[in-house]
């Protein structure tokens, strides 16, 4: 897996990439980064008194070029964008998932909801450890309550396209983060990271299991808002 270091990545080569400058800055129209106008300097930080203005090239939304540079700088630094406001991606975006695994079993009973299919487990695990500077609280330790956790996918066609996308997702280190655990109130955990896994096996009683008819469409739903389709490795 080839993972961006915050050393490989430099915000103006990042946005010779993803922008342009933009000529004729609108008079009226405000930077939603800063809420100042696009043609006032930013607000957010003194360091461009020149108030150079970007176009993000897919999705033409524009910014002061110290805004999006101050953004970028208080995010995970892995290369890519997120437009903030249509959340379209540049590049590929990279979480801060600690380092962990991910290991793949199979099942031969099947899931409420899909008789006639065996079921793919997916055991997630992880070890306590320090926190580095993406985190919340850097140099303090992090903690790994409730693993190793087991996940269930029917052993489909959706389900094997599920786990290629899961897969996808872990080597970006998009499927936990450090945080509060908003079940258990723990800070400085791994937690889950908005996409959802089934970890309940034989019933629906918390919501996390099956049968789900929807999950199909909301898991790939809140991996396409990460970045991980089946098409996404250009950048
Ligand atoms: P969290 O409570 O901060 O919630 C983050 C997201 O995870 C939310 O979107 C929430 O809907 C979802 N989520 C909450 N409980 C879940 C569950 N049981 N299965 C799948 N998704 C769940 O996240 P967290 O602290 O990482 O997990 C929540 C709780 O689930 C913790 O108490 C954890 O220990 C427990 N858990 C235990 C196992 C296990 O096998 N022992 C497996 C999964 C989760
Ligand atoms: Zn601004
Ligand atoms: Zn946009």
Redesign the pocket.
């Known amino acids: 897996v080839h993972y961006n270091t915050i050393s490989d990545c430099n915000i103006h080569k990042i946005l010779q990439k993803y922008s342009n400058i933009v000529d004729k800055i609108p008079a009226d129209e405000e930077c939603c980064i800063c809420c100042e106008k696009l043609s006032a300097p930013s607000g957010y930080t003194d360091s461009d008194p020149s108030a150079i203005v970007i176009e993000l090239k897919k999705c033409k939304h524009q910014f002061h070029q110290a805004c999006l540079c101050a953004m970028y700088e208080t995010g995970v630094k892995d290369c890519s964008m997120q437009c903030p406001i249509c959340k379209t991606i540049y590049g590929q975006k990279m979480g801060c998932c600690p380092d962990g695994q991910m290991d793949v079993q199979k099942m031969s009973q099947s899931l409420p909801g899909h008789p006639k299919c065996g079921t793919i487990v997916i055991v997630y695990n992880f070890r306590p450890g320090i926190q580095d500077d993406r985190h919340p609280n850097p140099g303090q330790p992090y903690y790994a309550?409730?693993f190793p956790?087991?996940c269930f996918l029917p052993d489909n066609k959706d389900g094997k396209k599920i786990l290629r996308l899961l897969r996808k997702a872990w080597d970006r280190k998009l499927t936990f983060t450090i945080g509060t655990?908003?079940?258990?109130g723990h800070p400085d955990t791994v937690?889950?990271n908005e996409i959802?896994?089934k970890?309940e096996f034989g019933s629906n009683s918390?919501g996390?299991g099956y049968p789900d008819p929807n999950y199909v469409d909301n898991v790939l739903a809140e991996l396409a808002s990460q970045g991980i389709t089946e098409e996404s490795d250009d950048d």
């Open positions: 309550k409730g956790r087991q655990s908003v079940t258990t937690v889950w959802h896994h970890t918390t996390h």
